[in-house]
């Protein structure tokens, strides 16, 4: 049995979801298809999806298709959400880019695109709601070539488009067929195909498509696989809980996976798969054995994240836990009785997903997020998922800083009203960015306990992540110059004396307050997120729309022709500018500029406004 790992991407309300139920439906797994509206879809699993009406995470249905097996990953188009996008991209082996036969090309059209072109997968384009008034199928097939790529070639036309009996009929030409099912396979072409979810239209044709222009992967192995060990290889791609269980989903590459094997997760984790569940006709089933070119959800991985590599590492993997960082955050609160619980939660949350990064500082608790819907969904999450009612506060731009010099401290035990029975010194030092933080030492190993100076690496990493003044140090080397403990002792004749005897609490205690002076005297400044960002716009309004990336504190940086009537610019904007310009951008351009922005680097803050949110 043959493989394929699709992608299903589209704008938000393009038809994605209800376009996977009726695939789902026509290949018979489901007696009737779900709508996003009627809240009974197959995919949207989460109570948050079916109310919103909107796919959040990533989902996993499968159904047949000839002699193949089509996974089909139903995945997010609202932008606060593009992590979950990217990451299920990285494991796919083509996808269904989904338009709207009346709307057409929009941002997260154009954004998921050149995802998908990034990774070079293979694309089908389905311009799906044929039916509807204002159905202009024709006039999106040109502007798909025009705006995502010219490499598209439509292989149907639509007859009655508009109405209720809209529907297709091929275009006859076997020899441009199969040209385009080899070019298509290797990502040189897109076919572009039309269709209704709502009636049904398209979708027959739709499916025997999916065999014909993307690739398939795995023969799926049978449990003859399982002996291999040594060439097993799987991606963690999504991390979620079921009934408190965490469950790992794994796109297998090769080898196979068999209940009782224990997996090397990288970093000298090695963990025991305790159950195993495979996509099969619309639902997850326990199965002995997953093998190549499957979606496995795993059980037993509880070390596991986003991004790791089962078994044996294959060129590729890399790309499941390469994403760009929030660029905003905000922060939570809640009664102070439940601020353990709502840490814990989080911490758990961000566990599932590594780009919800925690922060810790005092009493104040900081997530990072993608925008403003993410922040409800998650208030949403811990409410329904661990009975937590948070307070959020306003989104604001994420920041860090970065270390400009050197600095040193020292506090030495019993010296100077340092309380602690520990000596330590700390040189902070700057180093390129995107280095990481780096902890070396120049006092004698053995000078002390080895506990001990793992208790300071440990909580200067910590510290510097959390922000040992105000905003995180993502990147500095620091040095410890000094050490120093007093060994275990007691009172003539008594039992061990922790009042005498240094423990790792006094180097944990200690380590803050040394490392915060040893930053200060090195000096930082504050950095904000920039974004890169290209907008395409009507050629008339370009001079306005640069004054106002201008205003905003960006800087355009290259314009150029995308078509015709049609400018591209290119340049870069800080993220706290961003909702300005996606804002004021329609109002310029008559409503047809598209911008799309990701994250790029830090820089220290361009100082604009008071608050460009």
Not at 182 to 187: F, H, L, M, Q, T
Not at 272 to 282: D, E, F, Q, S
Not at 497 to 517: C, E, H, I, W
Not at 519 to 532: D, L
Request: net charge neutral; with cysteine; charged share 25%.
């Amino acid at each position: 049995m043959s493989y394929l790992n699709l992608g299903i991407v589209a704008h938000v309300d393009a038809g994605k979801t209800s376009l996977t139920e009726r695939l789902l439906h026509h290949a018979g797994v489901i007696d009737r298809p779900g709508t996003v509206d009627g809240g009974d879809t197959t995919t949207d699993t989460l109570a948050l999806e079916r109310e919103r009406g909107i796919t959040i995470r990533a989902s996993v249905a499968s159904f047949p298709a000839g002699d193949v097996t089509v996974n089909v990953l139903d995945t997010p188009g609202h932008p606060d959400f593009i992590a979950e996008v990217d990451r299920s991209l990285a494991v796919l082996d083509g996808a269904v880019v989904v338009l709207s036969a009346v709307e057409g090309v929009q941002a997260q059209t154009l954004v998921l695109m050149r995802a998908l072109q990034r990774l070079h997968l293979p694309v089908i384009v389905f311009v799906n709601k044929i039916d509807r008034r204002g159905a202009r199928p024709q006039e999106v097939a040109d502007a798909v070539a025009r705006r995502l790529s010219p490499d598209v070639l439509p292989v149907q036309r639509v007859l009655a488009a508009g109405t209720p009996s809209a529907r297709v009929a091929p275009l006859p030409d076997d020899v441009l067929h199969a040209w385009l099912a080899d070019e298509a396979r290797r990502g040189s072409a897109h076919p572009v195909l039309f269709g209704s979810a709502a009636t049904g239209a398209g979708v027959p044709e739709l499916a025997a498509a999916l065999g014909t222009y993307l690739p398939v992967s795995g023969t799926g192995g049978g449990a003859a696989a399982g002996s291999d060990v040594e060439g097993r290889s799987g991606v963690v791609f999504a991390i979620d809980r079921e009934g408190g269980w965490k469950r790992a989903f794994v796109r297998m590459r090769s080898g196979a996976l068999q209940v009782r094997d224990k997996v090397d997760l990288g970093h000298g984790r090695a963990e025991r798969i305790t159950g195993l569940r495979v996509a099969h006709r619309g639902s997850l089933q326990s199965r002995d054995t997953a093998a190549d070119g499957q979606i496995a959800v795993v059980h037993g991985l509880s070390t596991a994240r986003v991004g790791d590599v089962v078994g044996r590492a294959l060129p590729g993997d890399e790309r499941a836990s390469q994403f760009p960082p929030p660029s905003y955050e905000t922060v939570v609160d809640v009664d102070p009785a439940d601020r353990g619980r709502l840490y814990a939660a989080l911490t758990e949350l961000a566990e599932q997903d590594p780009l919800i990064r925690v922060r810790r500082r005092d009493e104040e608790i900081t997530v990072s997020l993608y925008g403003e819907v993410q922040r409800e969904v998650l208030a949403a999450v811990l409410v329904r998922e661990y009975g937590v009612q948070a307070r959020f506060g306003e989104v604001r731009t994420a920041r860090q800083e970065r270390i400009v010099g050197t600095g040193h401290a020292l506090e030495v035990k019993k010296q100077d009203g340092n309380e602690f029975l520990a000596t330590i010194g700390l040189r902070v030092e700057p180093v390129t960015a995107g280095s990481g933080v780096t902890f070396d030492l120049e006092c004698e190993r053995g000078s002390m306990p080895p506990a001990f100076f793992d208790a300071v690496e440990d909580t200067v990493r910590r510290e510097l992540a959390r922000g040992s003044l105000r905003w995180p140090v993502p990147d500095a080397r620091v040095v410890m110059t000094h050490s120093g403990y007093s060994p275990r002792q007691s009172h003539m004749h008594q039992k061990f004396n922790k009042a005498m005897s240094s423990t790792g609490a006094d180097f944990r205690g200690l380590t803050p307050r040394v490392l915060a002076a040893a930053v200060r005297r090195a000096g930082t400044v504050v950095c904000e997120p920039v974004h890169r960002f290209v907008i395409e716009l009507p050629d008339d309004v370009v001079g306005p729309v640069t004054s106002l990336v201008g205003r905003l504190g960006g800087l355009p940086m290259e314009s150029g022709v995308a078509g015709v009537g049609i400018a591209v610019v290119r340049g870069e904007i800080p993220a706290g500018s961003v909702a300005a310009l996606q804002r004021d951008l329609p109002g310029l351009t008559h409503g047809e500029g598209v911008c799309q922005t990701e994250h790029d680097r830090f820089e220290p803050v361009r100082e604009v406004a008071a608050d460009r949110r």
